[in-house]
């Protein structure tokens, strides 16, 4: 998900949380911040309490569009028609920058090209968004010099993700809303430690802090470092791993942390490659669907039962602290790797975390003052080149880390699948408040079950009207994929002809029908439009409507959850 390569530099926020409150423009794009990043939305919220403009653009009526002045419904896929437009008017009215453009940035006159041709009633064709609002956005979010942008998947899990996102860099470069603070180009990050993992070097093509395997001279400093000589070559993509899986190319696979059987598109052809497979570990905190298909399982401890660091979306390293003791012989995740390895005749040595944090401040310049006992009170964001320099809030003051900013002018492509008189509708799938991912941790409590117990399908007044189905009925919904059955829930939180259902519920998994096409840069899926049908069920009479729980395991499951309501 992440490796998004950006006009500037890696994908983290170019500044920081705190910043939001004294921001005038918050232009947010493609997140539910409200739902998914509730901590960075008090801020937005506090914001906006004290005068700032929020701009929203997502298909969906999310809760922070409910928040925002100005909510822009484009049609799914359509995001860059829509900031080229917004650029169009930037460079039309004489809203750029010119004097940063000149000073800080290259390949503006391609820009320009381009963008000429999204006039405002073009871009409203493409997207469905009115040209005058187009016009008003592109004049607030220029105007004002405190403009933060924010974007999340709405944004990247396309095949145009990277399109995507170099869009968002150049509206931010053109308008100088960057390198100053409560400006940037601000990605929320999803997980608790996502950032840190790819800093890490969790990515086929870098070693940690974006130092890349092609580089000889990072990979003989590495190599040293760890006494081997390391291969050239970047590894595959996980997309790449089961597709090598399925032809034969890939053997064994040993995942951590990870769900895909029910987190990755067409799980069904997932599951084939994962049965191809002469050996599969599977290292995780509970048993998931994924690690019931192991040779394998290896259990490994969670963040309360750990020491280490986990980094966060704007950059900053902070330290967590075990406080319950390891339950059943679980280890922590390096402890079994560093236990495997030297199984495998090497030996890592490590005796702590605190250890490792030394040598990844060591081999890592952007953390090369980063180091446990620096972190016990706020934590510290990167880039900290050495032990007397205190991080650094926002980035690119001065100039970029490339040096200058290039501006990648990008034509709009649609999405992969379309809708036709087969698959009519577009299908967009995310998340909600209560539930976690696939569920194998959220599900576990009950408060959070009873929220939303079974999944939905959010469906439009009017196409609901048209179907003849209301809130409660039960549909298929097939794509050129699969099917899964779900409860209808008739809202216009999602606009005509766009349908919306959450990736969390393993007895209705979506991506049994999404779409595993992929953007070639970043090979993100496009879980964001794929082309459905909506046929809907009616019980046969006198029959009632069965659950959705109809396996007997998880009818097993439920009856141990549940009491009787005492009368
Ligand atoms: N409670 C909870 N919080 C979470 C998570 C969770 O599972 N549960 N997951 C975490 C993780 S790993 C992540 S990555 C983040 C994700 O956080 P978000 O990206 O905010 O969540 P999503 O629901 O995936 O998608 C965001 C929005 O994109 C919109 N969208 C769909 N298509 C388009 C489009 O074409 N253009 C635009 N501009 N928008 C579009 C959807 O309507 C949706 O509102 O959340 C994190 N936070
Ligand atoms: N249709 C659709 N699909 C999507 C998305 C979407 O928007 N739509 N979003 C995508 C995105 S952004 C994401 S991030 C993925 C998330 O997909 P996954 O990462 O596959 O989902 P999780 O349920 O978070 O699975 C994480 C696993 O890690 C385990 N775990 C937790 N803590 C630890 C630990 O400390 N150590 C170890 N070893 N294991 C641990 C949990 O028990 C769980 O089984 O889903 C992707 N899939
Ligand atoms: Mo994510």
Redesign the pocket.
């Known amino acids: ?1 992440a490796g998004l390569a950006s006009a500037f530099g890696s994908g983290a926020m170019t500044n920081s949380i705190e910043e939001i409150d004294n921001a005038r423009v918050l232009f947010v794009i493609g997140s539910n911040t409200t739902e998914q990043h509730p901590m960075i939305a008090m801020h937005m919220l506090d914001a906006v309490d004290k005068g700032a403009t929020l701009i929203v653009a997502d298909p969906r009526k999310t809760q922070v569009a409910g928040f925002a002045q100005i909510h822009l419904r484009q049609k799914s896929g359509t995001d860059v028609a829509l900031l080229n437009g917004i650029m169009n008017v930037i460079i039309d009215e004489g809203l750029v920058d010119i004097s940063f453009v000149k000073r800080r940035t290259e390949n503006f006159d391609d820009l320009e090209k381009i963008v000429r041709a999204y006039s405002p009633d073009v871009a409203e064709k493409i997207t469905g968004v009115p040209a005058d609002e187009i016009k008003r956005v592109a004049r607030i979010y220029a105007t004002e010099k405190r403009s933060m942008l924010f974007y999340s ?1 709405g944004i990247t ?1 396309h095949i145009t993700g990277v399109d995507n996102v170099r869009s968002c860099a150049n509206l931010v470069m053109l308008t100088a809303h960057i390198g100053q603070p409560m400006t940037g180009l601000n990605p929320l990050r ?2 608790n430690n ?1 950032q840190g993992a790819c800093d890490m070097g969790a990515l086929p093509d870098v070693y940690s802090g974006y130092q890349r395997v092609s580089d000889p001279k990072a990979r003989r400093k590495i190599g040293n470092a760890w006494g081997r000589k390391l291969p050239a070559r970047p590894g595959l993509t996980m997309i790449d791993m089961f597709d090598a899986a399925l032809s034969g190319g890939l053997k064994a696979m040993y995942i ?5 059987v ?4 067409d799980s069904s052809h997932l599951i084939e490659a994962i049965k191809k497979l002469d050996f599969l570990v599977v ?4 048993m ?1 669907d ?2 019931e298909l192991a040779d394998v399982v290896l259990p ?4 309360a039962e ?1 020491d280490g660091t986990f980094t966060n979306t704007e950059r900053r390293v902070q330290k967590i602290r075990r406080v319950i003791r390891p339950m059943f012989g679980a280890m922590p ?1 390096w402890k079994i790797i560093s236990e495997v390895s030297k199984k495998m005749g090497y030996d890592m040595g490590y005796r702590a975390p605190h250890e490792i944090m030394e040598e990844v401040a060591l081999l890592t310049p952007s953390y090369g003052g980063i180091l446990h006992h620096r972190l016990d009170n706020f934590g510290i964001q990167w880039p900290c080149p050495d032990t007397s320099h205190a991080g650094t809030p926002f980035l690119h003051r001065k100039k970029f880390a490339k040096g200058l900013g290039t501006f990648n002018p990008v034509d709009f492509a649609p999405p992969a699948e379309n809708t036709d008189a087969e698959y009519p509708f577009i299908l967009t ?3 909600m408040y209560f539930r ?6 959220c599900r576990r409590t009950s408060t959070l079950e009873r929220e939303e117990p079974e999944c939905f399908i959010e469906i439009n007044p009017k196409d609901a009207g048209r179907l003849g189905v209301r809130t409660r009925n039960r549909v298929r919904v097939l794509s050129r994929r699969g099917e899964i059955v779900v409860n209808v829930l008739v809202t216009d939180r999602t606009p005509e002809g766009i349908v919306f259902i959450p ?1 969390h519920f393993r007895d209705a998994a ?2 049994l029908i ?1 779409n595993p096409a992929v953007d070639p840069i970043a090979k993100i ?1 496009e ?2 439009v794929c082309a459905v049908r909506i046929v809907p069920l009616i019980p046969k009479p006198g029959e009632r409507q069965k659950s959705l729980y109809n396996r007997k395991e998880d009818i097993k499951i439920l009856l141990e959850l549940y009491e009787e309501p005492k009368v």
């Open positions: 998900m998947m899990q999803g997980q996502v951590m942390g990870e769900n895909p029910i987190s990755d598109p290292q995780d905190i509970f998931s994924t690690a490994a401890v969670t963040f750990k995740d799938t995310g998340r976690y991912h696939t569920g194998t941790m990736f979506v991506n999404t899926p879980f964001k």
